[in-house]
């Protein structure tokens, strides 16, 4: 499959290129889960934004506990987000370096060799929130590798809500809208 070099798209028109339509089925929680987000899509289309469909989506799956897995250089937008849920939600928030292991115990890079530099702790964060009950979990910025170790190791289903991009702003589309950066960085000229 290279459905990204597609040019026809017929799957939009019904046809199924892939042949596997008959092996899928959604039922249970994927059912009521692609009910939901059908109908914020259809109801609120270019309307809402990724933080209130969270909001809506979580409201009509009936979850009443989020956590928020969150890295620590975005602990003020953790906050915010933090003071937006509850006012609908039981929210529980655990930062990346939860429990302070040196990134020595694991012989991993440091980005401050002179000083304690404690590694982010994926697995850590899911353990305690998973001890909460969360019923949805929500990434603000965890670095790549510690985003996938997270959703791995989640109890509760997990969404991202900001993606951790330095250079842009946490915008990593941006990165594939600029020709300046794509003719640049990746030689990519059409």
């Not at 042949?19 to 109801?43: C, P, Q, V």
């Not at 799956?61 to 609908?88: D, P, Q, S, T």
């Not at 115990?105 to 404690?118: H, I, Q």
């Not at 951790?164 to 300046?180: E, M, T, W």
Request: charged share 25%.
């Amino acid at each position: 499959m290279k459905c990204a070099y597609c040019d026809d798209k017929m799957c939009r028109e019904g046809k199924d290129c892939a042949g596997i339509t008959d092996d899928i089925s959604y039922e249970g929680n994927e059912l009521e889960s692609m009910k939901i987000s059908a109908a914020i899509e259809a109801r609120y289309y270019m309307q809402k934004t990724r933080l209130e469909e969270i909001i809506l989506y979580a409201q009509e799956m009936g979850y009443k506990k989020l956590g928020l897995a969150f890295c620590v250089g975005m602990e003020k937008e953790a906050e915010i987000i933090e003071k937006i849920l509850e006012k609908h939600f039981d929210v529980f928030s655990v930062c990346c370096k939860v429990s302070a292991i040196s990134k020595e115990e694991y012989e991993l890079e440091k980005l401050y060799p002179e000083s304690f530099d404690p590694t982010c702790n994926p697995i850590g964060q899911a353990m305690i929130l998973e001890k909460k009950a969360t019923e949805l979990n929500i990434i603000i910025g965890l670095c790549i590798g510690h985003d996938i170790v997270f959703t791995q190791h989640s109890a509760a289903p997990v969404t991202t809500f900001i993606v951790k991009d330095r250079v842009l702003a946490h915008n990593p589309a941006g990165a594939i809208y600029s020709g300046y950066y794509l003719k640049k960085v990746f030689g990519i000229t059409d």
